[in-house]
């Protein structure tokens, strides 16, 4: 297992995790905001034991990447992993993004993905777009996000404890079990990251309208959510999206949360890895 870093052209030095052999099928990983590639530990395991060769990177200004004060949007975010997979040569690979990350994954798919990718998996994605707009008018008010945005520049890190001890996880549901373990380690990766990359980060996730990119995605698609997602509401998500993905495979998961593929990793993955071998 080695770990390393990238230069992107603009002079961000990326952190990435690539596990595996190196002549295996590749499956990159695109975390969720404000994580980094440790969020998806199990899932790096899980694949790497099954004969996959396992990427994932810490997204600029999150976990062990440059702590840089621009270029925290849905464009750098694309150049990043475009840098990353052409620096690795990464070819066949298959993407997986969870919330933030799905838009991310979405994005380079159909923007620079070409003769690159073989499949995508969109986990509690925040595609189309998460605001409310004209287009979108289901969507959530710019309320919403500018209460994040003060909550953030007020007090970070009793933000990030009410979300992972919360709704995150569907902690604050009346029958939940609460692992305050992975509460606490969602926290810590959080407070690894910068604060400007995750304030910023609020508008690349919530206002990016990822509706053009979906429209020309035309690899195997898998878009996966929870129905009782509180943070990315399946709704104005997942369902839209899956009508806008020519021959996309939508799969909801009855009462799971938006942090699924932790809690529920022992259904998730293996569902992933059918829909992989597929």
Do not use: C
Not at 150 to 159: D, M, P
């Amino acid at each position: 297992m080695t770990n390393s870093f990238i230069t992107t052209p603009d002079g961000v030095e990326l952190f990435y995790k690539d596990w595996g052999p190196r002549d295996a099928q590749p499956i990159v990983f695109h975390h969720g905001w404000p994580l980094s590639s440790d969020d998806w530990d199990t899932q790096m395991l899980y694949f790497h034991s099954q004969g996959y060769r396992v990427i994932a990177h810490d997204r600029r200004g999150h976990g062990r990447s440059t702590q840089v004060s621009d270029g925290h949007d849905m464009a750098h975010y694309v150049a990043d992993i475009a840098a990353l997979t052409e620096k690795l040569d990464l070819r066949n690979a298959v993407h997986i993004g969870h919330s933030t990350g799905g838009g991310e994954a979405a994005a380079y798919v159909a923007r620079r993905g070409n003769g690159r990718v073989a499949k995508l998996i969109m986990l509690a994605a925040v595609p189309p777009i998460m605001v409310k707009t004209d287009s979108y008018p289901d969507g959530l008010p710019m309320e919403v996000f500018d209460g994040l945005r003060a909550q953030l520049a007020a007090n970070r890190s009793k933000f990030y404890d009410n979300l992972a001890s919360g709704p995150f996880y569907g902690f604050n549901r009346p029958d939940a079990v609460v692992d305050t373990a992975l509460a606490r380690n969602w926290w810590r990766q959080g407070m690894m990251g910068g604060a400007k990359a995750h304030y910023d980060g609020i508008k690349a996730f919530s206002e990016t309208d990822f509706t053009d990119d979906l429209k020309v995605i035309s690899v195997p698609t898998l878009i996966v959510h929870g129905d009782d997602d509180q943070i990315v509401p399946i709704g104005n998500s997942a369902h839209l999206s899956a009508k806008l993905v020519s021959g996309a495979e939508l799969k909801v998961y009855p009462g799971y949360p938006h942090g699924l593929m932790t809690v529920h990793a022992d259904i998730i993955n293996p569902d992933m890895l059918a829909f992989i071998r597929s």
